[in-house]
Nanobody, 124 residues
């Protein structure tokens, strides 16, 4: 069974920093895709940052230059370093994983595993 556990969410002042972690456990196939999504109240879930099977990292325009995605493959941990936080970054942040024994190269990522989320609140 694959489990994703997020941590690091907190309440901070605007301009502050936070670092989120997502620890994956269970049978994880490589290469895989991992990503951070977020959802704020009344809004649809949106992608924040992702790393695909070719280790290419992408960011949402709204977080470029402020957020940094990284991962420790040995420890199966995905990180999201967030700086210059804004009130609009307030949301529940979810970790997601696309991992399986089979995939079609170039087919993109289909996230089938999700964590429970960690709350980030930024006050202005």
């Amino acid at each position: 069974q694959v489990l994703l556990a997020e941590s690091g969410g907190d309440s901070v002042q605007a301009g502050g920093s936070l670092s989120l972690s997502c620890t994956a456990s269970g049978k994880i196939y490589s290469p895989n895709c991992m990503a951070w999504f977020r959802q704020s109240q009344g809004k649809e879930r949106e992608g924040v940052a992702s790393i695909d099977r070719n280790a290419i990292i992408n960011y949402a325009d709204s977080v470029k230059g402020r957020f940094t995605l990284s991962r420790d493959n040995d420890k199966k941990i995905l990180y999201l370093q967030m700086k210059g936080l804004k009130a609009e970054d307030t949301a529940t942040y979810y970790c997601a994983l696309d991992s399986g024994p089979w995939y079609t190269p170039g087919s993109g990522c289909n996230y089938t595993y999700w964590g429970q989320g960690t709350q980030v609140t930024v006050s202005s």
